[in-house]
């Protein structure tokens, strides 16, 4: 028999510049949130799963530390990094160590003080995380270049322009706008971003996603458990995982990202969703638009759209509520914020939120189906993880 | 049913400082003799955890670049850290991975290029594995200083006394001359350690471990797959894991690390070791002596011996082959080398060998019960890991 595993708590710092708290209490306002919803006592928790990337920030090992000030002394834990997909990670770690009978109730933490550094030095370590002796060192190309050359190939393909990059930044703002975690909670318009500075052609500052503190707690727990401290569980259906080159000029174009392909037909095989046409039973999806061209991709290589085909789902804004899928309701990376760590929990945190109707009116999903994804990218789909969420338990497996 | 996890293949490089590869090239050499080893192509690998703490590598987040580099881009992947006990997180996270169902066969690799930094920079970082606000930003401390608390601590309450320390240096190091892997391979006498300068008092240049570059790795896999591809499997029987306060001074005392405690008897329940008089039924153990004095506790946190009676156990030479428990007849983190990421791998294979009579004559532990432990700490005491190896299947869970 196989065991399932559900949410049964969350919470969700503020994101933002949050140079008023130390890395262990911007992870306590998250833990406390989460325990505070599952209704449990720090002794219940079995295990904890930390993601963090680090490298910015003074405190470099932080699992102890932030379990430490939240109580939690005692039990087991380890920090996993999977670049930008550590929290995705971290949730894929847990799923399977309660799925396996080592632990019952474990918690997963993500959390990211990047404003420790200063910006050059938070954009050179992320560089670091393509590829270092290759490309970072002799090229010197950091995150903006990297999806510059995702963006100029996919325009010179399909014929996307700069107009179809910042529609996906419009969108995620205005959602941000009723998201009072995020960490840029107002709209912009079209304008502002066209207009806005060139950080790598064709991708301006309105392109990108911002530098983020901020942290995110899931409590996972097995369905035994689940029963008896919920009547609301969210589950875990599925999780698909590829890795993909560390080194660019290996990949085959650059009009997609190969790793988030195979994650996305792991997860759709394991869900029992069907890979042709995911957009009539998913409800709603929380993708990686680290750089609004990453959005474009994830809508193809997830099968919302055709390949080639994804600008024009933002270019007909059927990504808001009421279209064909809606897609970052909580404001995306690009508004929401990116605190690398904390950003898979996030979404997992949203999605909870979303499947349970418990979001702001405005940016609340039609739920039908009851069913949520996850898209989460590392590095520039160097690592991928496609996470499915349902509000039924999901099939024996 | 519960699924069992069992080591098919075994890979461990040389350790010592490894200038002459990168870090990918250094990962591979492991990578390549556990495939020959388990007689398996990289395509049939699911998912690996790749052991690393990084934070001296131009190179910080390696996963995806040592998988590159060994053929097995496209699996999912992610980096595992807890301090010094890294490589039996990863092992943890792999046995899980497998338990669950989620996977068959899981590469585990563990991998540290310590070298690039220079010797205060690694120290420092190292450091910072402790408690960074607190401890290292306001009193400077680093690992011979936390460890000599300890030694300390230890001398006063209990009468060991220098040269008991050093005898754990001799012991580990004879042990070493015989392992071509080794970093030092090659006897100290005792007059050697006890002229050895101070690091910090009482502990000398030949109490520490040292900075290393290794790789080690194994492959796990389920029993089904176990069955088809080897007639000699090395069983997972238990996992125990904890953590302590990151806060020295929140510590109870300083003469044993509670999480190893709390580790053990996890790791002995779940196994059907007698906590009491484990050294009826255990082989041969690898236990975590970054400093002398870490090796005495193990002894006494994993009941070797009665709290205080550990430096006995060194001083009658009981932990050589032929006394109560043979203990780091690899030469330990002291002598074989201390990669932080590699070393819990490092652990792995070297029990391995040992259940399966497969190391140098001079260091092989005779193999009665066919159970072998490994004691892994992260900082000093803030993670705890200890897992129990069997020739044995496991009992079901």
Redesign the interface.
């Known amino acids: 028999?196989?065991?399932r595993v559900a949410i049964i708590g969350t919470g969700h710092s503020k994101f933002g510049n949050r140079g008023d708290v130390?890395i262990a209490e911007l992870a306590y306002e998250s833990i406390r949130q989460a325990l505070d919803e599952a209704g449990i006592e720090p002794r219940e928790i079995d295990?904890a799963y930390v993601s963090n990337?680090g490298?910015w920030s003074?405190?470099?090992?932080p699992?102890?530390?932030a379990?430490?000030y939240a109580g939690?002394?005692?039990?087991?834990?380890?920090?996993?990094?999977?670049?930008c997909s550590?929290g995705s990670?971290a949730i894929?770690?847990a799923?399977?160590?309660?799925?396996?009978?080592?632990a019952d109730i474990v918690l997963v933490l993500g959390v990211e003080k990047m404003n420790e550094s200063p910006t050059p030095t938070v954009v050179e370590?992320i560089g670091?995380?393509g590829?270092?002796?290759w490309e970072f060192?002799n090229f010197g190309l950091t995150f903006p270049g990297y999806y510059a050359l995702y963006a100029t190939a996919y325009m010179a393909r399909y014929g996307a322009t700069e107009e179809d990059l910042c529609k996906v930044a419009v969108k995620n703002h205005y959602y941000a706008s009723f998201n009072p975690k995020a960490q840029f909670p107002r709209k912009i318009t079209l304008e502002q971003c066209m207009q806005s500075r060139y950080i790598a052609w064709p991708l301006k500052l309105f392109d990108c996603s911002p530098i983020t503190d901020g942290s995110a707690a899931v409590i996972l727990a097995s369905e035994e458990v689940a029963k008896k401290v919920t009547d609301s569980p969210v589950w875990i259906a599925a999780?698909?995982?590829?890795?993909?080159?560390?080194?660019l000029s290996?990949r085959s174009d650059f009009t997609h990202l190969e790793?988030a392909r195979?994650?996305a037909r792991m997860a759709y095989k394991k869900a029992g969703i069907d890979p042709e046409n995911p957009v009539k039973q998913i409800d709603v999806a929380e993708v990686h638009d680290c750089f609004t061209i990453a959005e474009i991709m994830a809508y193809e290589d997830l099968g919302f759209a055709k390949p080639g085909e994804g600008y024009k789902l933002v270019r007909e804004e059927q990504t808001y509520i009421g279209g064909v899928i809606p897609v970052n309701l909580s404001g995306g990376l690009k508004a929401k914020g990116h605190p690398l760590g904390a950003t898979g929990v996030s979404m997992a945190v949203e999605l909870a939120h979303q499947l349970l109707g418990k979001v702001e009116r405005e940016r609340q999903a039609p739920i039908k189906h009851g069913v949520a994804l996850a898209h989460n990218i590392g590095?520039t789909g160097?690592?991928a993880?496609v996470t499915i969420y349902t509000l039924e338990k999901p099939r024996e497996?």
Chains 1, 2 share one sequence.
């Open positions: 028999m196989s065991r130390n295990f990337v490298g003074s405190e470099p090992l699992a102890v530390v379990l430490e939690l002394t005692g039990i087991g834990t380890m920090r996993v990094e999977a670049a550590s990670a894929k770690a799923y399977d160590t309660i799925k396996s009978g080592e370590f670091r995380a590829n270092y002796f060192q999780i698909g995982t590829a890795s993909g080159t560390s080194n290996r790793a195979i994650a590095g160097h690592y993880y497996a």
